[in-house]
């Protein structure tokens, strides 16, 4: 009996592995089926680095929201990861057990929040703040860096924690032992061999930010433009998609299928380099 119910799990397991694997096919399928021949109509060269994006005239650059886009997750990126990275080391190595529960829970309650909440917050608190200190209209380059900063802490805290834990203690006895200090000890010796951990965390992280749309649209200005400054309006390839697709039709409709090709490809492209990464670190040792 215990045999047919192992064999029975293993069925289900198996088939719910092959239904995630069936998913991400579709996904790909609908993508590069509907996107890639539209490229093929505007031309690729037109498409990748145009400079003006008017459906009205046919126009369809993404050359802006791409750099916007990239512009906007550096900046989440640079704001995000040292904050998320000395979180994590106080978690793992300095917290106190009577905080830890509390700051714990409070950062995995960051990880549910609705993107919409964090929208309105950067709306109502962050943007004017931006305008009162920097001028301007305040929604910009910044703000959704910004904002988008805070979203992605939870993504790369709790990993990263986890990969500083997963070190053996061993490391930082022995790191002690011949005369370095705690702090060395845990930037120079245990952080390096949870770097793997650590990367896949801020790969994370990249992936939640260059994906994010409802809170960049109400704080990053949605223009259509290339990127002026860190305090001028832009729109990413996420607003460019969402703004547009409710009433777009014909080659307007396929472009935005393409522009999130053009998304996916990103992510892709992320994905393999911290598998090259990973590599070169595992031969190196």
């Known amino acids: 009996m215990s045999h047919i119910k192992e064999k029975g799990m293993k069925f289900i397991f198996m088939i719910a592995a092959c239904t995630s694997v069936l998913a991400v096919f579709l996904i790909c399928l609908f993508l590069f089926a509907n996107g890639i021949p539209a490229i093929g109509k505007i031309g690729p060269l037109k498409f990748l680095l145009g400079t003006t994006w008017k459906p009205s005239n046919n126009k369809f650059g993404i050359f802006p929201m791409i750099v916007a886009s990239l512009y906007v997750t550096g900046g989440a990126i640079l704001f995000g990861v040292p904050i998320a990275l000395f979180t994590s080391v ?82 930082y006895e022995g790191s002690l032992a011949l005369g370095a200090t705690k702090e060395r000890s845990i930037f120079f010796v245990m952080l390096p061999a949870a770097k793997s951990g650590i990367l896949a965390a801020v790969v994370l992280g990249i992936g939640r930010a260059i994906g994010e749309t409802m809170a960049v649209i109400m704080v990053a200005g949605n223009q259509p433009r290339m990127p002026a400054g860190i305090l001028k309006g832009l729109r990413t390839m996420t607003a460019n998609i969402v703004t547009e697709m409710g009433y777009a039709t014909g080659l307007h409709r396929e472009a935005l299928i393409a522009t999130a090709v053009v998304l996916f490809a990103f992510i892709l492209i992320i994905n393999l380099s911290l598998s090259l990464l990973n590599r070169r670190s595992e031969n190196a040792e």
């Not at 009577?98 to 950067?122: H, N, Q, T, W």
């Not at 001028?135 to 802490?153: E, R, V, Y």
């Open 90 to 171: 106080f978690m793992a190595r300095y917290c106190p057990k009577k905080i830890y529960r509390p700051l714990k829970s409070g950062i995995e309650l960051m990880a549910g929040v609705p993107s919409i909440v964090y929208g309105f917050f950067g709306l109502i608190l962050l943007v004017p703040l931006i305008r009162q200190i920097f001028g301007g209209t305040g929604t910009s380059m910044l703000a959704a860096s910004l904002l988008l900063g805070m979203m992605i802490l939870p993504t790369i805290i709790g990993p990263t924690e986890s990969a500083i834990r997963s070190v053996p203690e061993s490391y």
